[in-house]
């Protein structure tokens, strides 16, 4: 009996994770009653194989602050799909009506914004606060269950650069899961939390520098998106490519393998150079760099984890033996911007139906499968961001065939890239639209990459064929096109 | 499907025996010889029980991940019957990287060293014989008979699992249509299916009728009940002729990516006749085989050898229908084969010369044959082939196999195999260098037409600094330092127990 009331004691010591708000600040109480929000999202996704129709309805809850009048900040992720969205306040059951303002999943945050006065006049926004760094001891706030507020403590115990900003772990006795908690310092907002690890007691919150950006983005007029690091890198470790790359027993860097024409680094960088330092900050043999605030980092912070699109930062390479300054412009880098684009759900995806054929565009998140068409898209996939999206801006496919007798012989299309529609070079979905309207000797004849026969439509007889396929297999509209 | 062998650690399979005298050369079945269903084939057992034999083998295979070494000997055992000539027939996948062999008749006691005369791994046959001359007495051979009809009876003979005795099981013929075969999994022949018992051990025995073989028991199909596979007397009779001037040269391959032409949109596209409801399309002749620079994309195949071809890609034999590829499975190296093609409006018959696939990188596996590999400083080059990608159950590498193909179809390149940087062995000299099953691209800026030309052009080079690039994105090239490399060889070799640091198979000689 007395093991298990220790064990009992030990578990309560260790999961008794909240305090009560009213015990922690009593100024900075009522400001965060008038900042904290929960987020009711009823989302709904277009099925991926089958874009004319959509999926099932879910709810989901999460978090997020007020940080301009009328706008909460959340994460991207919270209004996946969003159909409609709701908040609630603290200490309160009622929900009010809100909308969609602002989304940018690179940077993993939204903006939604109050739909109803009452709403709109009771939240009032937190400041965003200075940096933190390594062993800062913050809170991490949320409105619990009931929507009353609870406050965790937390502290930092790492930073990581990634192409969208910097992450910072978190020890912390947050264990619910990581949907937009709030990380405050002196009153400040300081992160938002994105996941949590309850078993090692860590959680990653987004970084001020990441907030403070995507913010200053929307304030201004045009929305440039965080800048993409753009080209690639080799660590150089390794002791053939240090001989190949011709580095002195004194120099350290990384060795610039690729640059992508419009991206970051395409105008100044060339293959085979080596940068050694950036922004001020020289890098070792693995790209990685001490910032004094975060610690041991990797350099992809100084291009894309706190600078702006459009600024330019200095860096020292080694060309040809010689080393020289150069300046890298930063380039915002938009979600479509990609040949692949990343699969984010939430958008529509683009989609035609032409004589059974099923199009779609190639995404990060189309499911491919291994077959012979599926290899070659697998292949574009892979170079997503290796190659430069100039003349193909796009990857068509025919997903599936909705089969009829019409195209019956067809029937083991799938996952075929289309290479030409009437004999014209298909680069983007809007190519396919325009092919259709010369038909080549009567027929529509579209030609894939790969070993297969051309599918082939009469021309004069693909309006019927259209609407015999959409009545039978109930596709509601047979395109949906963006820019249409 | 699982091939039959019986091994001691996995299944077992068996083979049935029984046989014919003269070696039959027609290369195509008669048209189904039996009747519907006819009395129980059963035959004098005691002619069965002298030519038909249990096979004991222990085989070694090779190791593609360290190819300088092989992995322990395991045992096996299948059956095999006499054809006369002091020839026993059985499968392929029998007596595969057989090492020792031995042949039990049923009504002796003694077991008798064996050795192979003849493998046809792209159709699981083989023939073995045994030069001890009491082996043969008393021995009857068994004759090829006509392809059985649907569900008339057959008997499946053999030394299955379950007992060391001769084991006749019966059943009717329950499907007849090209399959794979296993043994290489790229070989398609036409296959019968019986639901006479076929297990694990039954390998290379024989399934009769009427006293005559009428097929070599050799696969079966896993998690299903009463369904076992033999070689059909087509491909057995195809097998013995090749073997008449003493080697296997295998099957030739026509070569065409085709497609079915059932659409009626399309075939008006292609320009069809209407007369004609036939035909199948070609999408492109396979590199390194017999139809290239004879067609092209969208030609029409019409007829082959005259006989009509359908519009979903088959032909008509007897009551059944198969593969138009199936009309040249009875044809040999060298012979010829017509096709009548339909092309811009145009009918015309095309004459092939039939060839065998010449690139060195085979779309299966192989047996009985050393894997190459070169060895050099901590890095092992090896070239990328069905046995390497099954050994490591790499799925990309299989992607790469893929991809190989597909880009030599679609693009005629000449590279006939590919060559790997398999992996990289641990040393100080290979420190923080990590390579895995990495694609090489280029040597010394050169592509490499195949793992001997890699392998020429770094012996050939004299260059202190070679770079090898790799395909893939952001797959860092290699530096190979040869000085430095010639210097830390003996050390890794001896580190490795490696005793030779390269295979390379010896050049064909034309």
């Known amino acids: 009996m007395i093991r298990v009331l220790s064990v009992a004691a030990l578990l309560a010591a260790v999961f008794v994770p909240s305090t009560s708000l009213h015990a922690a600040d009593e100024d900075l109480a009522p400001k965060l009653r008038a900042a904290l929000v929960r987020l009711h999202v009823t989302s709904q996704s277009w099925e991926r194989t089958a874009p004319w129709k959509l999926g099932r309805e879910s709810t989901r809850t999460s978090r997020g602050v007020v940080v301009r009048p009328g706008l909460i900040l959340t994460k991207s992720s919270s209004v996946t799909n969003q159909r409609m969205i709701e908040v609630s306040l603290a200490n309160s059951a009622r929900r009010y009506p809100a909308k969609l303002e602002h989304v940018d999943r690179r940077a993993g945050l939204a903006l939604v914004a109050c739909d109803d006065d009452f709403l709109e006049k009771t939240l009032k926004p937190l400041p965003i606060g200075d940096p933190v760094k390594l062993d800062d001891e913050i809170d991490l706030h949320q409105l619990g269950r009931d929507n009353i507020p609870e406050r965790y403590t937390a502290r930092v115990i790492r930073a990581i650069a990634g192409s969208t900003g910097l992450t910072l772990q978190l020890k912390t006795t947050l264990s619910d899961s990581g949907d937009g908690q709030v990380a405050l310092n002196d009153g400040k907002v300081v992160g938002l939390v994105t996941s949590t690890y309850g078993s090692r007691q860590q959680a990653n919150i987004l970084s001020v520098e990441t907030m403070r950006r995507y913010l200053d983005d929307f304030d201004d007029d045009a929305y440039n998106g965080l800048p993409g690091p753009g080209f690639w890198t080799a660590r150089l470790l390794r002791a053939d490519l240090r001989t190949y790359y011709g580095l002195a027993e004194n120099q350290h860097g990384i060795a610039v393998t690729r640059t992508v024409e419009g991206r970051t680094g395409h105008d100044t960088l060339k293959v085979g150079d080596v940068i050694l330092a950036m922004d001020g900050y020289d890098l070792d043999d693995e790209g990685k760099f001490v910032h004094e605030r975060h610690g041991r980092l990797d350099s992809s912070y100084l291009l894309s984890g706190r600078r702006y699109a459009g600024d330019k930062i200095r860096a020292k390479i080694l060309r040809d033996g010689a080393e020289m300054g150069v300046d890298i412009h930063l380039k915002g880098q938009k979600p479509g911007e990609k040949r692949i684009p990343d699969g984010y759900a939430g958008s529509r995806p683009q989609f035609m139906v032409v004589g059974g054929l099923v199009l779609l565009e190639l995404t990060s998140g189309s499911s491919v499968s291994r077959s012979p068409g599926g290899v070659i898209l697998r292949r574009y996939r892979e170079r997503a961001n290796w190659d430069a999206p100039t003349k193909r801006k796009r990857v068509i496919y025919a997903d599936r065939l909705l089969q009829d007798k019409s195209n019956k012989g067809f029937e083991g299309i799938y996952h075929l890239p289309v290479k030409t529609v009437n004999g014209i070079e298909i680069n983007e979905f809007a190519d396919v639209s325009k092919a259709l309207e010369t038909p080549e000797g009567g027929f529509h004849v579209f030609r894939f990459e790969g070993l297969h026969s051309d599918f082939v439509v009469p021309a004069d007889k693909l309006d019927e064929i259209n609407k015999r396929i959409a009545d039978k297999y109930k596709v509601t509209t047979l395109k949906f096109l963006s820019g249409e | ?510």
């Open chain 2, 1 to 510: 499907m699982q091939a039959l062998r019986v091994s001691w650690i996995s299944a077992l399979a068996l083979v049935l025996v029984f046989s014919a005298a003269p070696l039959v050369a027609a290369p195509k079945d008669p048209p189904a010889g039996a009747p519907p269903s006819g009395p129980p084939p059963v035959a004098d057992m005691e002619r069965l029980r002298a030519s038909i034999v249990k096979v004991f083998v222990v085989s070694q295979s090779e190791d593609y991940r360290r190819p300088w070494q092989r992995p322990r000997p395991s045992g096996g055992s299948g059956s095999a019957f006499y054809i006369g000539d002091k020839m026993l027939m059985t499968n392929a996948h029998v007596i595969s990287d057989a090492k020792n062999m031995q042949v039990k008749r049923a009504d002796r006691v003694k077991r008798y060293e064996a050795r192979t005369l003849f493998a046809g791994h792209d159709c699981d046959l083989a023939v073995i014989t045994v030069d001890d001359d009491s082996f043969w007495e008393g021995m009857e051979p068994l004759e090829v008979g006509d392809r059985p009809a649907m569900r008339s009876k057959v008997m499946t003979v053999g030394y299955p699992t379950g007992g060391a005795k001769l084991s006749i099981t019966e059943g009717v013929v329950s499907r007849i249509e090209v399959h794979t075969y296993v043994h290489t999994g790229a070989d398609e022949h036409l296959t019968i299916q019986t639901d006479a018992a076929i297990n694990p051990g039954n390998s290379g025995g024989p399934v009769l009728q009427n006293d005559k073989v009428v097929g070599v028991a050799f696969q079966g199909r896993f998690f299903s009940q009463n369904i076992g596979y033999m070689i059909a007397p087509s491909v057995i009779r195809h097998f013995l002729v090749d073997i008449k001037d003493d080697v296997y040269h295998g099957y030739p391959e026509l070569g065409i990516y085709s497609a079915n032409l059932r659409n009626p949109t399309l075939r008006d596209f292609l320009g069809v006749s209407e007369n004609e409801d036939g035909g199948v399309l070609v999408l492109k002749p396979v590199p390194f085989a017999s139809s290239v620079g004879k067609l092209k994309r969208n030609d029409v195949i019409l007829k082959i050898d005259g006989v009509k071809i359908e519009a979903d890609g088959t032909v008509k034999v007897g009551d059944e229908f198969f593969d138009f590829a199936f009309v040249v499975e009875g044809k040999q190296i060298g012979e010829t084969v017509t096709l009548t093609v339909l092309r811009d409006g145009k009918v015309f018959d095309v004459e092939i010369t039939l060839t065998g696939w010449e690139a060195r990188m085979k779309p299966g596996r192989v047996y009985d044959e050393r894997p190459e590999y070169m060895v050099l400083g901590g890095y092992l080059f090896v070239p990328l082939t069905e046995n390497y990608i099954g050994w490591g159950r790499s799925n990309d590498l299989s992607y790469y196999m893929q991809q190989y193909y597909r880009t030599v179809a679609e693009q005629g390149k000449s590279r006939e195999q590919l060559v790997l940087l398999s992996r990289v062995m641990r040393h100080p000299s290979t420190r923080y260098i990590t390579y895995r099953d990495a694609i090489v691209e280029k040597v010394d800026g050169v592509e490499p037409k195949d793992f001997a030309h890699f392998v020429e052009i770094i012996d050939k080079s004299e260059k202190d600094l070679i770079k090898v690039e790799f395909e893939g994105v952001n797959v860092l090239p290699l530096i190979l330092d040869m000085k430095k490399i010639r210097e830390v060889h003996p050390k890794i070799l001896k580190q490795h127990q490696i005793a030779e640091d390269r295979y390379i198979k010896p050049k064909k000689e034309n």
